[in-house]
């Protein structure tokens, strides 16, 4: 069935930002761009799963002219690698099958081939000075990106080739890898498709992807069957045991698989400072059967004796980059250094074997608030966690443990990181019958005002919560906090944990399913009276402090301009003091001229609105 979805959420369509989209949307196409709305069976919209299922086997791309580009960069690749024996010229090219089959086998070594300069220098150094992973690390041909790529680009010159392809012939084989389908967690700008590869180009989230390492990240697609797709708007991870459930025996590394840890999930593109606001809401639905026995695909506590569960689930916001100080005398974490979340992403197949494996897995599997850089609600026991606050926390309790008569008194205080929301998030029992049942949550919404520096946290379209600048600031000066002036990307995160399973084989599936709204449907909050609120407040606040001086005209004269200095408010000054110059003497005692304080009030207005994009 067809339903309506928004291209740019409507809260963001007065904003500078969203009036330069609807723009770039009209070039495209006009009549989408000013009804703002699209069908989920129009011609232009993309749902990514449903193209997954879509592809044809043993492609690189459905595109015929990437494919053969991509085709080519492998036989190349493997060729001068080795791959294809001694005598490579004897392979036949025409055999798609056999070039795929062989990629498949190096395709994990290929995507993480290429380290910069610095991951390689820490990955030395990781290893202290061990020779031997040292000589192994650098005999390895795929250890450098540059061995086996070529430039297509002169091979083609005689070619006809589209002139929109032409820029893939000097790109690197992991780089095209990346951009084309078989990249399954890599998704396009938005689910609005002109065609080839043009794509509206939307730069906030629209899916969810996963943060999880391997062998995780298999352990759920294989037993569990992850699927993230957009359909009808919404992002949606989903889980299901499948008609003929897989036992924990069938997997290697049972023990370690079945250990309890969280599996963590980012938005597919980060949220910048000046979006000024962003907001998401979601809801849980797991529905438990015989394949389970009853038992639910993530964790809910008391869920046997109680209609009303927590889930064991938190969600909220995380930086890009993190950094890692050594814990203790513990050096080998501080190997880690600063972390971009972005490549951990983007190569999902993430190198299990490199020296800090072992410790990102570890800080991956952590929960959304712990997980470092990151602030989160915990449905479990209705706190907010901010990891970054927390070290404050650590550094007291190491200073309270060198004194007893100091570690007898009460350490939990504001410096905790944690936050207690008296919000009841509850996971509801809507239905129960003799073959399943099914529960459900409240919906629950995030949001984060880059403005005033705060996370601001809805139930069911009521504000419930918002936590302040001073409640997400650490008090230690050396550490960067979420609205650091470092901090130039934040991701949504959402993260769960599952339970110790076992699966029986059942015509009815134990599933789950995390329904996402990034803005495409109309929200059970409303955030454009958030949004129109705070403008409001914000404007008179600006205003106040204008007027907020005594009468002397030399000094105010002179406090409004050093004001509009200060602030960045470069236009606004100049048109002042342009319009000053004409009606005020600055050796007279006369009043500051009505068009200049109209020119302020208009003026800084307006720049302050383009400066958050409002």
């Known amino acids: 069935m ?3 979805c928004y291209i740019i959420p409507p809260y963001l369509l007065d904003s500078t930002k969203g009036n330069q989209l609807r723009k770039e949307l009209c070039k495209q196409n006009e009549q989408m761009g000013l009804i703002n709305v699209i069908t989920t069976d129009s011609p232009y919209y993309y749902n990514h799963a449903r193209h997954q299922e879509t592809l044809e086997a043993n492609k690189f791309s459905n595109d015929p002219f990437l494919h053969n580009i991509i085709k080519e960069k492998v036989i190349y690749k493997l060729s001068i690698v080795g791959a294809f024996g001694s005598n490579p010229m004897e392979f036949s090219w025409e055999n798609d099958d056999y070039v795929y089959d062989m990629f498949n086998i190096f395709k994990h070594r290929i995507i993480n081939d290429s380290t910069d300069e610095h991951d390689k220098k820490e990955d030395e150094e990781s290893v202290n000075g061990n020779s031997t992973t040292d000589k192994r690390e650098k005999s390895s041909l795929f250890t450098d990106g540059k061995v086996g790529e070529i430039d297509l680009t002169p091979l083609y010159s005689s070619t006809p080739i589209p002139k929109e ?4 012939l000097s790109m690197s084989l992991k780089q095209l890898i990346l951009l084309t389908d078989h990249h399954k967690y890599r998704f396009p700008p938005s689910f609005v498709h002109f065609g080839k590869e043009l794509y509206f180009q939307y730069p906030l989230p629209i899916s969810w992807v996963p943060l999880i390492p391997n062998p995780y990240l298999e352990y759920l697609e294989r037993r569990f069957n992850l699927t993230i797709d957009n359909e009808k708007g919404f992002s949606n991870i989903n889980l299901s045991t499948g008609r003929v459930p897989k036992s924990i025996s069938d997997f290697e590394n049972s023990e ?4 309890a840890r969280y599996y963590n999930f980012v ?6 400072p000046s979006s000024g606001i962003y907001y998401y809401e979601f809801e849980v639905e797991q529905t438990a059967t015989n394949a389970t026995n009853f038992k639910t695909i993530a964790v809910m ?10 889930l064991n689930l938190a969600a909220g916001f995380t930086k890009r ?4 100080d050594s814990p203790g005398n513990n050096q080998t974490l501080a190997t880690l250094g600063k972390i971009d979340l972005e490549n951990i992403k983007s190569d999902i197949f993430y190198n299990s074997g490199s020296p800090a494996s072992t410790e990102t897995k570890v800080f991956l599997s952590s929960r959304p608030g712990e997980f470092p850089g990151s602030v989160a609600i915990n449905f479990e026991d209705s706190t907010f966690y901010n990891s970054i606050k927390g070290t404050d926390s650590l550094q007291r309790n190491q200073i309270l443990n060198m004194n ?3 570690n007898s008194r009460n350490s939990i205080d504001a410096d905790s990181g944690k936050v207690y929301v008296d919000i009841p998030f509850k996971t509801k029992l809507i239905d129960d019958t003799e073959t399943q049942r099914i529960h459900k949550t409240d919906t629950i919404g995030c949001g984060i005002n880059f403005m005033d520096k705060s996370i601001f946290l809805t139930l069911n379209g009521v504000l419930a919560r918002v936590l302040t600048e001073s409640d997400l ?3 230690d000066a050396t550490i960067e906090n979420l609205f650091g002036k470092d901090a130039k990307d934040i991701y949504p995160i959402i993260g769960f944990k599952i339970g110790e399973l076992e699966t029986f084989d059942c015509d009815e599936p134990t599933t789950m399913n995390i329904k996402c709204n990034f803005g495409f449907k109309s929200f059970m909050y409303n955030i454009q009276s958030y949004v129109d609120y705070f403008k409001a407040q914000q404007k008179k606040q600006i205003e106040m402090k204008l007027l907020d001086v005594d009468d002397d005209p030399v000094r105010l004269h002179s406090l409004i301009n050093n004001y509009l200095k200060k602030n960045g408010f470069t236009e606004t000054q100049k048109l002042f003091e342009s319009e000053s110059s004409d009606s005020y003497d600055h050796e007279a005692t006369t009043e500051i001229s009505e068009t200049s304080l109209k020119t302020i009030f208009e003026n800084v207005d307006n720049e302050f609105m383009l400066h958050y994009n409002l």
């Open 2 to 4: 067809s339903t309506l």
């Open 165 to 168: 392809y032409k820029k893939y």
């Open 256 to 259: 370690d698989l079945i250990k």
């Open 267 to 272: 938005t597919d593109k980060a949220i910048v």
């Open 301 to 310: 506590n008391d869920s046997s004796i109680s209609a009303n569960s927590s």
């Open 321 to 324: 980059y993190l950094s890692f």
């Open 404 to 406: 007893r008569r100091l």
């Open 473 to 475: 600031t650490s008090n």
